[in-house]
């Protein structure tokens, strides 16, 4: 039923869940008096980081969800993140900072794809591990990720791949045994690699530039900052009924346009930015030339107030709902008193302006995050609530500001290169390395092997100053095809170097006494079980299996002989055609050429051997030629392989 209601969550929906990783004690209680003052810290803990935070549809948000079914009691929640896959990293860098300074609770974290923090580390996880056998198994905790492991020889802690255990079942484990659940390293680096940079990285994302808004619009904005983001995608998402309501502004009348600095998310500049569209003529906004120099401000302040109209339009303010203090709330009392014990306020003295715009950011914080939703006003009736309390706007004085507005942001992180945008795709496959790092030394040689050795030291030679290495690429092909696979799919070969060793005392053991001249004993596995059902069948039939095992030696030697001709046959009919052509072959050597004319005739008439590695990495470069930079067959096997070839710089 569970695993049913994962598969229910939306694409862009990031769903959350905090428990309490002790057992049940009169210490610590499973109630929601415990869970609500756990709430109550970790919002007071988190809140300036929060504040700083613009969402893209939905913030972080915590509730209390008692026991249900085989889920204990938990602090949970669900928040869509859009087009800005940043908001949803952001919850689990937050996630893991709980964990870390709350040890009592465990946290999982979920979307569409299921346990995503697996996919990061998809290359160290382990063989057993798969979307089927990780249900119940991920988690933070102590700000570190776990997961529940599976019986092996070394240890018999965890459940078998086959089995799904319960939330509590894997919570009791959790507790019991951290360090058998502890992730690997090289999973923890993953996932440290990926959250690298916050919360420095919520001030480098956001954007801020010079719009020319309606007056009311920079008045909203000046109170509250993050409904610039309802405000675009309003826009961004609009359609003719709501463009209908943009025809005459009735709420932000386009003549009191002043230039501000307006903040946003990347995500929501680009958005704003790239939309191409053509105001009506009967909403009064005109726009600049394109030379301009302010056109781009004049085009951004255009957009933004046409998602401000929109918003506004969807919804009307009754009189009922302008007098609502948040302080009426029985949870603000003691959310601010937490804010206090957590020095939010920063020794500011009661009733002074800073003090009162800390408050002010704190409510608004509390609205978004605490409060039922049942209770939350939507945005458009957040902006007309702030018009409505807001005093008489001045134009004269927003306009004095506009001279002492700060410089805006270079928006050049919109280009990217084709070199940044190969950089940040092998960052992303994880690695980068380069295919001149793979080691060539391990070529097996045929009876070609010193030509074959010198022609790969050759290309070598002059490959090194490139950087990459075409011996690697058919090494790395022919590891590719001698790795066993299965009926799950193709398992790319691993480096030695890379793979840690693994040694069985046991199987040492019963080598070593094998080569001393022990008693073999044969163990029994599961088919040889299988097959003693068949034993007295096998015995009453047994003369007439000797009877005919000579019959059967010399089927197999007609087979063999039959699969010859045909081969031989095939070979004579292509040595009439132009296929042989297309394929390079191997040189004969000049000792050959010495034994004269006959011998010559006899080696043109005769197969020449093929030359594998050349054929192969020359039919490789030519599909990768005919992908014209695209992503094709060839590029993702080689990429898969970690080998990485510079694109062809040769124009014919």
């Known amino acids: 039923m569970e695993f049913l209601q994962r598969r229910m969550i939306q694409e862009d929906v990031v769903q959350?869940?905090?428990?309490?990783?002790?057992?049940?004690?009169?210490?610590?209680?499973?109630?929601?008096?415990?869970?609500?003052?756990?709430?109550?810290q970790i919002l007071a803990k988190f809140a300036q980081v929060l504040m700083q935070h613009i969402w893209q549809h939905q913030p972080f948000n915590l509730k209390y969800h008692s026991e249900k079914g085989a889920v204990p009691a938990h602090l949970g929640g669900r928040t869509q993140f859009g087009d800005n896959v940043e908001d949803e990293w952001f919850i689990v860098y937050l996630l893991q900072q709980i964990t870390e300074a709350f040890p009592e609770l465990a946290a999982r974290v979920q979307d569409n794809d299921g346990e995503f923090l697996l996919i990061e580390a998809a290359d160290y996880l382990p063989k057993w591990l798969n979307p089927d056998s990780s249900e119940n198994r991920v988690f933070l905790y102590r700000g570190d990720l776990h997961i529940i492991p599976c019986p092996s020889k070394s240890s018999s802690t965890g459940f078998s791949k086959e089995e799904v255990p319960s939330v509590a079942e894997a919570l009791a484990l959790l507790f019991t045994n951290p360090e058998a659940c502890r992730a690997s390293p090289k999973i923890c680096s993953a996932l440290r690699r990926r959250l690298e940079g916050y919360p420095e990285k919520i001030k480098t994302g956001l954007h801020r530039a010079h719009c020319f808004i309606p007056a009311g619009i920079a008045c909203v904005l000046a109170q509250r900052p993050d409904l610039v983001a309802p405000a675009v995608s309003a826009f961004y998402l609009r359609d003719p009924v709501d463009l209908q309501a943009c025809r005459t502004f009735r709420t932000f009348p386009p003549d009191t346009r002043v230039l501000t600095m307006v903040t946003f998310t990347r995500c929501l500049y680009a958005q704003l930015l790239q939309q191409q569209f053509t105001p009506d003529r009967r909403s009064g906004f005109t726009l600049p030339p394109r030379s301009h120099p302010q056109y781009k401000a004049h085009e951004l302040g255009m957009k933004l107030a046409h998602g401000f109209e929109i918003l506004c339009s969807r919804c009307r303010l009754p009189t009922s709902e302008l007098d609502a203090p948040v302080s009426c709330n029985p949870q603000w009392k003691g959310f601010i008193d937490s804010l206090k014990r957590n020095g939010y306020f920063r020794g500011q003295l009661e009733g002074s302006a800073q003090y009162r715009?800390?408050?002010?950011?704190?409510?608004?914080?509390?609205?978004?995050?605490?409060?039922?939703?049942?209770?939350?006003?939507?945005?458009?009736?957040?902006?007309?609530?702030?018009?409505?309390?807001?005093?008489?706007?001045?134009?004269e004085e927003l306009k004095k500001h506009e001279s002492q507005l700060?410089?805006?942001?270079?928006?050049?992180?919109?280009?990217?290169?084709?070199?940044?945008?190969?950089?940040?795709?092998?960052?992303?496959?994880?690695?980068?390395?380069?295919?001149?790092?793979?080691?060539?030394?391990?070529?097996?040689?045929?009876?070609?092997?010193?030509?074959?050795?010198?022609?790969?030291k050759e290309m070598e030679d002059n490959e090194e100053a490139a950087g990459y290495s075409l011996v690697a690429?058919?090494?790395?092909?022919?590891?590719?095809?001698?790795?066993?696979?299965?009926?799950?799919?193709?398992?790319?070969?691993?480096?030695?170097?890379?793979?840690?060793?693994?040694?069985?005392?046991?199987?040492?053991?019963?080598?070593?006494?094998?080569?001393?001249?022990?008693?073999?004993?044969?163990?029994?596995?599961?088919?040889?079980?299988?097959?003693d059902d068949d034993d007295d069948d096998d015995y009453e039939n047994e003369e007439n299996e000797d009877g005919s095992s000579g019959h059967s030696e010399m089927n197999e030697t007609e087979t063999v002989d039959s699969l010859r001709r045909y081969m031989d046959q095939m070979d004579e009919e292509l040595m009439k055609t132009n296929v042989g052509q297309s394929f390079h072959q191997m040189k004969s050597s000049k000792t050959e050429v010495d034994n004269g004319s006959a011998s010559l005739k006899d080696a043109e008439e005769e197969i020449q051997p093929l030359d594998v590695d050349v054929n192969l990495v020359s039919n490789l470069l030519e599909s990768l030629t005919c992908q014209d930079g695209l992503a094709g067959p060839a590029s993702n096997l080689l990429q898969s392989l970690g080998i990485y070839l510079p694109p062809n710089s040769d124009p014919a």
């Open 357 to 395: 715009e800390l408050t002010r950011a704190a409510e608004n914080f509390f609205k978004q995050s605490v409060l039922t939703k049942s209770s939350t006003l939507s945005p458009g009736k957040e902006v007309l609530q702030l018009l409505q309390k807001s005093e008489p706007l001045n134009l």
């Open 406 to 456: 700060p410089e805006e942001d270079s928006d050049s992180w919109l280009d990217i290169t084709a070199q940044d945008l190969e950089r940040l795709l092998q960052e992303r496959s994880g690695g980068g390395a380069d295919v001149g790092s793979q080691n060539p030394s391990s070529t097996k040689q045929t009876g070609y092997g010193m030509d074959a050795a010198k022609r790969e």
């Open 473 to 531: 690429v058919s090494q790395g092909m022919k590891k590719f095809l001698n790795a066993m696979s299965s009926h799950e799919g193709a398992e790319l070969p691993r480096s030695s170097a890379t793979q840690p060793i693994s040694f069985d005392p046991g199987s040492m053991v019963k080598a070593l006494d094998r080569l001393l001249g022990g008693k073999e004993e044969e163990e029994l596995d599961s088919d040889d079980l299988d097959d």
């Open 16 to 40: 959350y869940q905090l428990f309490l990783i002790q057992p049940d004690s009169p210490t610590s209680q499973k109630t929601e008096e415990h869970f609500t003052l756990l709430l109550e």
